[in-house]
């Protein structure tokens, strides 16, 4: 991915949840944004995703420049993992994945299916694809949630913290689904808060701090820290 | 067991009631000859007040949908439209609205026909209650899902279609039933602008026959027939609903 951010703002009730914000990346596959709660990880990755519109500054994803939160042709080739699922309750598994490539994509059920059906196997979901989200565990739901953003064959995929709402059983086999993505060199962003995770598959850290981004750089910056925040977030993180 | 027991003790009570009155109060003995003789022109009646309901109902699900879209509209004419639509229809009682929109709106318009504005008397009356019940249930909509259908590109009308729809429809069904019943019970009503339905052809044989108790209690059984089944099918409705919901939360 190349990825470049100028200068970014966004301010809400008076309070800059985005501040100055400047990043440039080229040809990395995997960045980890990492911090505390409420430092504007989550606002960011929105902001990437086009979802979300913000004050001033430039955000370009891989050569275009990601306007405001109208640019639907842009979101169709990002995929997004929520931090809790959000599969469409009324639907099934499979269903939810075929809906968004019928329906946004334009693709027919008869091509797409067997496609979808490789991918619900690859992620260990074959057996519960007709069952609706509410039927199956929170780690299931998370993996099908991959599998849906998976499915469209984004450019781009970004997860918002997608084990923070799981226990540690679940959080690792939702790990383990997203070492697919880098397996299959996937380009994708991540908000996590598990460091280990983080340091062993992204090759680029963003560790930020009240709406400011305080130190980026390889997964060394983990071992290493130069800025007197990010050891103390590390030290926090790592003291249990 | 018991159930059927204490629910055929409360219908004796009510008979018993009823028939209290109806010896106090009536000199006359009950006499249901002429309705017989009037038994076309009251089933005919009858008919239209099942039609005229049924034919509002279909067209306020249409209003109220329309309603509901102008009050989350862009552009602020049609929100005040919308609000002020309501406004008039909650402050107002339907007899004075069915006067106005029969002598004086119908005939700006040159419509003739009684049943059609009676119909969609009751639709605009129906439809602005009806919007609410369709912003609840869409409101009830998780904002993660509009969330998610936008970052994956759906369009507002496919959000709609394929995602807030297809889950809204069985919340608004009880409702929906129980608005159904209000309907067929407001277009009584419409016998103020003279509409041949039921109670304007029961008022007719009593007008010619004095017979008035004999009337009123054909009213209450016509209308009943038309409404009990509602009323149970709204009481089935939220019972499974209310079992689909907790069965959700269980798992």
């Given at each position: 991915?190349?990825l470049?951010?100028?200068?970014?703002?966004?301010?809400?009730?008076?309070?800059?949840?985005?501040?100055?914000?400047?990043?440039?990346?080229d040809?990395?596959?995997?960045?980890?944004?990492?911090?505390?709660?409420?430092s504007?990880?989550?606002t960011?990755l929105?902001?990437?995703?086009?979802?979300?519109?913000?004050d001033?500054?430039?955000?370009?994803?891989?050569?275009?420049?990601?306007?405001e939160?109208?640019?639907?042709?842009y979101?169709?080739?990002?995929?997004f993992?929520?931090?809790?699922?959000n599969?469409?309750p009324?639907l099934?598994?499979?269903?939810?994945i075929?809906l968004?490539?019928?329906?946004?994509?334009?693709?027919?059920?008869?091509?797409?299916?067997?496609?979808v059906?490789?991918?619900?196997?690859?992620?260990?979901?074959?057996?519960?694809?007709h069952?609706?989200?509410?039927?199956?565990?929170?780690?299931?739901?998370?993996?099908a949630?991959?599998?849906?953003?998976?499915?469209i064959k984004?450019?781009?995929?970004?997860?918002?913290?997608?084990?923070?709402?799981?226990?540690?059983?679940?959080?690792?086999?939702?790990?383990?689904?997203?070492?697919v993505?880098?397996?299959?060199?996937?380009?994708?962003?991540?908000?996590?808060?598990?460091?280990?995770?983080a340091?062993?598959?992204?090759?680029t850290?963003?560790f930020?701090?009240?709406?400011?981004?305080?130190?980026?750089?390889?997964p060394?910056?983990?071992e290493?820290p130069?800025?007197?925040?990010?050891?103390?977030?590390l030290?926090?993180?790592?003291?249990? | 067991?018991?159930?059927?027991?204490?629910?055929?003790?409360?219908?004796?009570?009510y008979?018993i009631?009823?028939?209290?009155?109806?010896t106090?109060?009536?000199?006359?003995?009950i006499d249901?000859t002429?309705?017989?003789?009037?038994?076309?022109v009251?089933?005919?009646?009858?008919?239209?007040?099942?039609?005229?309901?049924?034919?509002?109902?279909?067209?306020?699900l249409?209003?109220?949908?329309?309603?509901y879209?102008?009050?989350?509209?862009?552009?602020?004419?049609?929100?005040y439209?919308?609000e002020?639509?309501k406004t008039?229809?909650?402050?107002?009682?339907?007899?004075?609205?069915?006067?106005?929109?029969?002598?004086?709106?119908?005939?700006?318009?040159n419509?003739?026909?009684?049943?059609?504005?009676?119909?969609?008397?009751?639709?605009?009356?129906?439809?602005?209650?009806?919007?609410?019940?369709?912003?609840?249930?869409?409101?009830?909509i998780?904002?993660?899902q509009?969330?998610t259908?936008?970052?994956f590109g759906?369009?507002?009308?496919?959000?709609?279609?394929?995602?807030?729809f297809?889950?809204?429809i069985t919340?608004?069904?009880?409702p929906?039933?129980?608005?159904?019943?209000?309907?067929?019970?407001?277009?009584?009503?419409?016998?103020?602008?003279?509409?041949?339905?039921?109670?304007?052809?029961?008022?007719?044989v009593?007008?010619?026959?004095?017979?008035?108790?004999?009337?009123?209690?054909?009213?209450?059984?016509?209308?009943?027939?038309?409404?009990?089944?509602?009323?149970?099918?709204?009481?089935?409705?939220?019972?499974?609903?209310?079992?689909?919901?907790?069965?959700?939360?269980?798992?």
């Open positions: 991915m190349k470049r951010i100028d200068r970014l703002i966004k301010t809400y009730e008076n309070k800059r949840i985005l501040d100055d914000l400047t990043l440039a990346l040809d990395k596959q995997v960045l980890a944004l990492i911090g505390a709660s409420g504007g990880k989550s960011l929105r902001m990437i995703s086009g979802l979300e519109a913000f001033s500054g430039q955000i370009v994803v891989n050569g275009h420049e990601v306007v939160s109208e640019d639907a042709d979101r169709k080739r990002i995929g993992v929520f931090q809790d699922h599969l469409f009324h099934s598994i499979l269903e939810n075929l968004v490539l019928e329906k946004v994509h334009g693709r027919m059920r008869s091509d797409v299916l067997p496609e059906e490789a991918l619900l196997e690859q992620f260990g979901l074959s057996e519960h694809r069952k609706k989200p509410h039927q199956i565990s929170g780690g299931q739901a998370q993996r949630s991959i599998v849906r953003a998976l499915a984004p450019d781009l995929i970004l997860l918002d913290e997608p084990t923070s709402s799981l226990d540690p059983i679940l959080t690792h086999e939702v790990l383990n689904a997203i070492k993505l880098v397996e299959a060199s996937i380009d994708f962003i991540i908000v996590t808060h598990e460091i280990g995770f340091r062993e598959v992204a090759d850290i963003v930020m701090d009240d709406g400011k981004i305080i130190e980026h750089g390889t060394e910056i983990l290493t130069q800025s007197p925040l990010l050891k103390a977030f030290d926090k993180v790592l003291s249990f | 067991m018991r159930k059927i027991i204490s629910f055929f003790s409360a219908l004796g009570l008979a009631f009823f028939w209290f009155v109806s106090s109060a009536l000199e006359k003995t249901f002429i309705y017989k003789q009037y038994y076309r009251i089933l005919n009646g009858w008919i239209t007040t099942l039609t005229i309901s049924a034919v509002s109902l279909v067209l306020a249409f209003v109220g949908l329309v309603l879209f102008m009050r989350e509209s862009k552009f602020k004419i049609f929100v439209l919308s002020i639509h008039i229809i909650f402050g107002t009682p339907l007899v004075v609205i069915a006067i106005i929109a029969y002598y004086y709106i119908g005939n700006a318009f419509i003739d026909s009684k049943f059609w504005i009676g119909a969609l008397t009751l639709a605009l009356y129906i439809g602005a209650y009806i919007a609410d019940i369709y912003k609840g249930a869409i409101e009830s998780h904002i993660n509009w969330q259908a936008k970052m759906f369009t507002r009308y496919q959000t709609y279609r394929y995602i807030v297809p889950q809204v919340s608004i069904l009880p929906l039933a129980g608005q159904f019943a209000m309907t067929i019970k407001s277009s009584a009503l419409l016998a103020y602008m003279s509409t041949d339905e039921f109670l304007n052809a029961i008022q007719t009593q007008s010619i026959s004095f017979r008035y108790p004999e009337g009123f209690l054909l009213v209450t059984v016509g209308y009943l027939v038309l409404t009990i089944p509602l009323i149970l099918l709204v009481r089935m409705l939220e019972k499974k609903l209310n079992y689909k919901v907790n069965h959700e939360i269980e798992n």
